[in-house]
């Protein structure tokens, strides 16, 4: 379906696109939903992303609009769209709308952890008009699907966001470059309200698994005993429970696998020496839940 999706003038793939964000806005409750039940997320983490999804598939129609021409601007070809779970309906929309948008058949692989919510994304573009032939769902886990997509020399471009386990996988010598750890600098001249407020949301919104969550807080040493108060306390008024509920502020991580990992980095801290300060556990009978 490649050669009959680039020849389609680019005016209407935006128009395709701009339909296809109309009907999210119209299903966010389905949306918002899904991301709660499938991701974890909570209500409000969810309602944010879902925005941001339609706003993606606004934003490449507008540059559409703005500055394609089939003559001029030529597409790829098969493009593989590999997304990951912590943003399974803002990012894999993101992904598969750019590729849209420029003409690009597109094999759209989600996040083995969510695809009920990859699959409604879909199924909007579908309706509003983009070819089951353009656009191919292909759920499954990274290791075999998405591997097996990238070796394809039929596929002419990848777009990916992942972790750094299956990008060893798609490219080798690539993987020594990814990933990274996500510092903020605070000094003196910084109000600490401001800084313990900005610290728990970028720690902690989204159960920390945002790619730009903070992982080091590096403070001026005349201010981080007061700060450091500051944050634990803010930290113990936080609500660690059912992503469902509006009181809840930090929902579970995506799966087992994932706590097990966090969990044990937490206790090699501690067999470190290093002081460990954490908020109690929620009162829930079963979810992959990590106490702040």
């Given at each position: 379906g490649a050669a009959q999706w680039a020849a389609v003038p680019a005016a209407e793939r935006a128009a395709i696109l701009e339909r296809a964000a109309d009907a999210l806005q119209v299903g966010m409750p389905v949306l918002v939903g899904l991301l709660v039940r499938e991701a974890g997320k909570t209500l409000a983490a969810a309602q944010a992303e879902a925005r941001e999804a339609v706003d993606f598939l606004r934003y490449y129609a507008a540059c559409v609009r703005r500055g394609f021409d089939n003559a001029t601007h030529r597409p790829l070809g098969p493009v593989a769209c590999i997304s990951p779970w912590n943003f399974p309906l803002a990012i894999f929309t993101g992904q598969v709308a750019a590729a849209l948008a420029a003409g690009n058949a597109v094999l759209a692989k989600p996040a083995e952890q969510t695809p009920l919510i990859a699959a409604q994304a879909v199924q909007a573009l579908w309706r509003a008009g983009v070819p089951r032939s353009a656009l191919q769902l292909l759920p499954g886990p990274g290791e075999t699907v998405g591997a097996r997509l990238v070796a394809d020399a039929r596929v002419q471009g990848v777009v990916f966001t992942g972790s750094t386990e299956v990008a060893r996988l798609l490219q080798q010598t690539?993987?020594?470059r990814l990933g990274g750890q996500n510092a903020m600098i605070v000094d003196s001249s910084a109000l600490p309200e401001q800084v313990v407020a900005d610290v728990l949301v970028s720690?902690?919104?989204?159960?920390g698994q945002r790619c730009s969550a903070l992982r080091v807080l590096?403070?001026?040493?005349?201010v981080?005993?007061?700060?450091?108060?500051?944050l634990e306390g803010a930290m113990a008024e936080l609500c660690v429970g059912d992503p469902a509920a509006l009181s809840t502020?930090?929902?579970?991580?995506?799966?087992?696998a994932a706590r097990a990992a966090i969990e044990r980095h937490v206790e090699a801290l501690r067999?470190?020496?290093r002081r460990v300060y954490?908020?109690?556990?929620p009162v829930q009978a079963y979810g992959s839940f990590v106490p702040p």
């Open positions: 690539l993987a020594g720690a902690f919104d989204s159960a590096c403070v001026q040493q005349e981080a005993p007061r700060i450091t108060a500051m502020d930090v929902g579970p991580v995506i799966d087992e067999a470190r020496g954490r908020i109690d556990p």
